[in-house]
């Protein structure tokens, strides 16, 4: 079992940036991939970033061009780099480990952009 634990989410205003953080522990060998998604009030989990054991990433449409995703595989942890925030970016963020057909969650962080 794969356990996740997020850091990093906050206020921020409209243009500013954040840094967000997905610690893996436990059974962590042989993890295909990670990913960071979002739910924001009212609406569905969504994909924003993921990386696979390989390096291949992938990004919403939404978040090309202003969201980064990369990973410390010596430190086992996952980043989300958000620049240029927008207010409609305000949602609660969840890291994902996919390993064998299994998914693990973090508890969330909440990201909340100010207009």
């Known amino acids: 079992q794969v356990q996740l634990v997020e850091s990093g989410g906050g206020l921020v205003q409209a243009g500013g940036s954040l840094r967000l953080s997905c610690a893996a522990s436990g059974s962590i060998f042989s993890i295909n991939a990670m990913g960071w998604y979002r739910q924001a009030p009212g609406k569905q989990r969504e994909l924003v970033a993921a990386?696979?054991?390989?390096?291949?990433?992938n990004y919403a449409d939404s978040v090309k061009g202003r969201f980064t995703i990369s990973r410390d595989n010596r430190k086992n942890t996952v980043y989300l780099q958000l620049n240029t925030l927008k207010p409609e970016d305000t949602a609660v963020y969840y890291c994902?480990?996919?390993?064998?057909?299994?998914?693990?969650w973090g508890q969330g962080t909440q990201v909340t952009v100010s207009s």
């Open positions: 994902n480990a996919l390993k064998l057909g299994r998914e693990s």
């Open positions: 990386i696979t054991s390989g390096g291949r990433t």
